[in-house]
């Protein structure tokens, strides 16, 4: 059975959530901001066709945005991930296997479907199945490998011509498309490297794939390699069906203004620890190692400067929020010092172990918590439910150092007060 992939692509995708339900601005360009409304992350079309840059501060552009009419949105991270999920949920109905490569594009695994349906037309039908029940436009590229399939979905969203269906199970479409393509439009060769492939004559994607897979493996990797090969039909990179546990989980932001008083920066590492914990039970695991740090803006150069982080093991491992706050408290009182302005916090959590899979220490005391997982279950539970919020004391009732978010659209879909009204 000869191997083939689907990757779906969302289309502009905050920006695209962000007008779904706002029709007045479907023309309109929109960007959506990053945090503190800093930076543009996300561009609609027409903001691309204007010529605005990925990732410039908002500042930079202001004569830009008042001369176009460009509205302005902060990241609504809610609304994000509830139109990702319905999205995938699409997708799953449609193929075998699925694997979410990020919150706008997934992999589907289309093996053994070619006898039964041309999957040029599979590919028109997911795009207007989603188009349909999601509001949510998206880019299909079909392949015999997962990197062919990266550049068929290029090829999509570059060529209006194809529909934003394009399939590349033909060899000598692959090579037609190969040779359009600049190296660097090829998934996971970055810009270090694309100089480097540069200086050795290899300009396009067809270059490389003609290029020898031993050479390339002996002067550059075997990532390389493999890329090489997949780019010549070779299925060397199977579906990741199962997400790859984390090794980490940090939860930091900057800071809306300036903190300089203890108890709000104390409330915000608290904060943060509490969101730490809830993504720590979401991977089903728990952690030994803790670590909390607190700095001032490097971009003040007449303020004092001060960066400080600490960590500590506990006895054993935890996902409670209760044992996680009590660290991160006491690391905070080490690494606290007054008289400066601080401009982010956080903390990361580390040493993960699975339930009732790690070696008890002979002379330490377990958690005697009662009933500690069925409590934080049900924190979970409440807190997802979007009927009522817990909170822990240590957060604080009314923060004052939340980040900066003046151009956040309502939670239209996770919020029943946030739910748009048709007159």
């Known amino acids: 059975m000869k191997p083939a992939f689907a990757l779906v692509d969302c289309n502009n995708f905050y ?42 501060p908002m500042f930079q552009v202001q004569e830009e ?16 991930a509830d139109l990702s999920n319905r999205v995938m949920a699409i997708l799953e109905e449609d193929a075998p296997r699925l694997e979410v490569y990020s919150i706008d594009e997934a992999f589907m695994d289309l093996s ?42 290029h090829a999509a969203k570059k060529y209006p011509a194809t ?47 003609n290029a020898n897979p031993k050479a390339i493996r002996s002067e550059f990797s075997v ?36 903190v300089t008083d203890k108890q709000q920066l104390r409330e915000a590492i608290a904060k943060y620890m509490t969101r730490a914990a809830e993504k720590l039970r979401g991977e089903k695991r728990l952690c030994r190692v803790v670590n909390v740090f607190i700095r001032t803006s490097p971009f003040m150069p007449n303020e004092p400067r001060y960066a400080k982080s600490l960590s500590a093991e506990l006895p054993y491992p935890t996902a409670d929020t209760r044992d996680l706050l009590d660290v991160a408290d006491a690391l905070f009182h080490h690494i606290y010092r007054a008289g400066f302005r601080y401009a982010k916090g956080g903390v990361m959590l580390s040493d993960f172990y699975e339930h009732n899979a790690f ?36 957060e604080g009732v009314s923060p004052k150092w939340t980040m900066k978010r003046e151009h956040l659209s309502p939670a239209y879909t996770t919020k029943w007060a946030d739910l748009p009204k048709v007159y």
């Open 65 to 80: 945005i008042i001369k176009h009419g460009i509205v302005c949105f902060s990241s609504n991270y809610a609304l994000y």
């Open 112 to 153: 053994g479907l070619d006898p039964l349906m041309d999957l040029q037309t599979f590919g028109k039908q997911i795009k207007r199945k989603v188009d349909k029940w999601t509001g949510i436009t998206v880019g299909v590229g079909i392949a015999p490998t997962k990197t062919l399939a990266k550049l068929a979905n």
């Open 359 to 394: 070696q008890q220490d002979l002379f330490q005391a377990d958690n005697k918590k009662v009933n500690s997982k069925s409590l934080m279950k049900i924190v979970d539970r409440i807190n997802r439910s979007n009927h009522g919020k817990i909170f822990f004391a240590a």
């Open 15 to 56: 920006a695209s959530c962000e007008k779904l339900f706002r029709p007045d601005l479907k023309h309109t360009p929109v960007v959506v901001l990053s945090n503190n409304d800093g930076c543009i992350v996300a561009r609609s079309k027409e903001v691309k066709a204007l010529g605005v840059k990925m990732g410039v």
């Open 163 to 209: 529909g934003s269906v394009v399939n590349l199970m033909n060899p000598d479409r692959q090579k037609r498309l190969l040779a359009l393509l600049d190296v660097s439009d090829v998934w996971g060769v970055g810009r270090r490297m694309t100089s480097k492939l540069k200086e050795k004559g290899i300009n396009t994607a067809l270059d490389l794939a």
């Open 223 to 258: 990532v390389l390699e493999r890329t090489v090969r997949e780019l010549n039909g070779i299925s060397c990179l199977d579906l990741e069906c199962i997400r790859p546990t984390k090794q980490q989980i940090i939860c930091s932001r900057s800071f809306g203004h300036k």
